[in-house]
């Protein structure tokens, strides 16, 4: 009885690492989404927009969760002159982890 245990808990170990490698791939995704849409928005080249979705990436790794993102989005947000409010950025965010999340369900 006690291996049926210790299976079911190494299966739930299993599932949690998984849905945790998940869930880091689709911020990552997420984050880069934002950096494109951003880097459009900004009017920068395409090198230029590779460049800035890796920075925001890079910026929730910095940083971790959606705060320090904002943070680093709306600073280069206002360096840009950009009229882009946080409610739109965040509405973006999760737009963008929906279609990160649908995209990676797909690729696996």
């Not at 299976?7 to 690492?17: C, L, N, S, T, V």
């Not at 920075?55 to 206002?78: F, H, Q, S, T």
Request: aromatic residues 8%; proline residues 1%; hydrophobic residues 35%.
């Amino acid at each position: 009885m006690s291996d049926t245990f210790s299976d079911r808990k190494k299966g739930f170990e299993a599932k949690f690492k998984q849905d945790q490698e998940f869930n880091f791939k689709v911020e990552a995704r997420r984050n880069k989404l934002l950096g494109l849409w951003l880097a459009g928005k900004f009017e920068t080249t395409e090198s230029e927009r590779d460049a800035y979705a890796k920075e925001v990436v890079i910026a929730d790794m910095d940083e971790p969760g959606v705060d320090g993102v904002i943070r680093k989005v709306m600073g280069d947000i206002a360096a840009h002159k950009a009229t882009i409010s946080e409610d739109e950025v965040r509405a973006k965010i999760s737009e963008f982890d929906s279609v990160a999340r649908q995209q990676l369900t797909e690729e696996s």
